[in-house]
């Protein structure tokens, strides 16, 4: 997923730069941040998960800047839930969700090797020519201010010609929705997993291998598809022949622009472009659970005299410059374990708070180091050292990949 800086009515935020979104969402500010809104109307907004519609407020005549393009008659609409709370999902602090208002009016590349958005005026002739020499340009339309994508995509025996959303949100490869299509099948080998968090509350759904599909003049073979239930797209309004959505598992293997004007996209191989399909192979879901004060004892070797001294240890030997220094450090909890797997079997447990994984503390791990370990290679085993109830407990288990 893509993460950037925008200024809202004079405040820095981060926001998630979202394909699958037509509105700009904010649903979190902290305790430093102070942002104005006027011309408030309430609302009730609804998407994907189990819950019911959250409510919310409509602003408008918001002032946004991003990279020196200004916007000052921005629609922002304002969660109020604080159920919502997508930061602890992605471990880094997120205030909103950003889409269609993005893309509209501009030639916008993601480079996600150089991990860089850039949007170009139109009088960037020489990025066109540039863009058509080296990129491969395919059509899409834009609906309901989202962009849509036809593609190939074989679930079992024969190809179909299915329409896609592509969404940069989704960190997913590919999802299938099967209530839209009664020609895309479940296959056969399947595990039941919780899938994230919507609009309105937990996705849940199936993982399986899919025959494959294409994007990109590239053609994927056995995927990991998603199948998320029918409880939770049940608020979801479908453009009509939509049955799925592209998402960034698959988009992060290219460099990609979106020309929403010429309704086209153009696409290069990137440097992940034959990675394999991997999943996370523990069962585990971990989420950031905010931040701890940690201390740290270390040798001072700087040259200035007022702080060389000597203290005595508790062995008797002389340290020198001994100082003890304090940091913040994130902290990390399972959020779920899915039933069967190697590390619900071995123990572990929803919301023990893991201290170490393969003798690595957390306080020096992030989301994207552990998501990586708990998908890397089948049949590697974790050792994970987790807090319950104020007693640490070791667990160990394979990773064990049944797709």
Partial sequence: MIFIPIEVNGESLTFLLDTGVKETVLFSLDEKEEVSFFHLEKIMLKGLGTNEAVAAYKSSKNKLEVGGFVDNEHEIYLILDQEFNFSSQVGIPVNGI?????????????????????????????????VAKHYHKELISIENNKPYYLTSVVTAEKPRLSKMLIDTGNSDAIWLFLSEADDIKLPSKSIQCFLGRGFSGNVYGQRARISNFTF????????????????????????????????????????????????????????????????????LEVQHDGLEWVSQAYQDRSSTAAVFKATQGSDGHVQDNLKIKFE????????????????ALAGVQKNDRIISINGRNTHYLTIENINGLLKSEEGKTIEIEVERNGVILTYKFQLKSIL
């Avoid at 913040?328 to 190697?342: A, M």
């Fill in 328 to 343: 913040l450090k994130p902290i990390f909890r399972i959020f779920n374990v899915r039933e069967g797997s190697t590390a």
């Fill in 216 to 283: 990109g003049e590239k053609t994927f073979k056995n995927p990991i598809g998603t199948f998320p239930d029918s409880t939770s797209i049940r608020s979801v309004n479908f453009v009509d022949d939509r049955v799925g959505s592209l998402g960034g598992e698959v988009l992060s293997r290219f460099s990609v622009l979106f020309d929403y004007q010429n309704n086209c996209i153009y696409s290069k191989p990137g440097d992940k472009i034959e990675s394999p399909f991997n999943f996370n192979m523990s069962g």
């Fill in 98 to 130: 950003i889409g269609y208002h993005f893309f509209k009016n501009h030639l916008v590349e993601i480079d996600y090797d150089r991990k860089k958005v850039i949007v170009y005026n139109e009088s960037h002739q020489k990025i066109r020519k540039r």
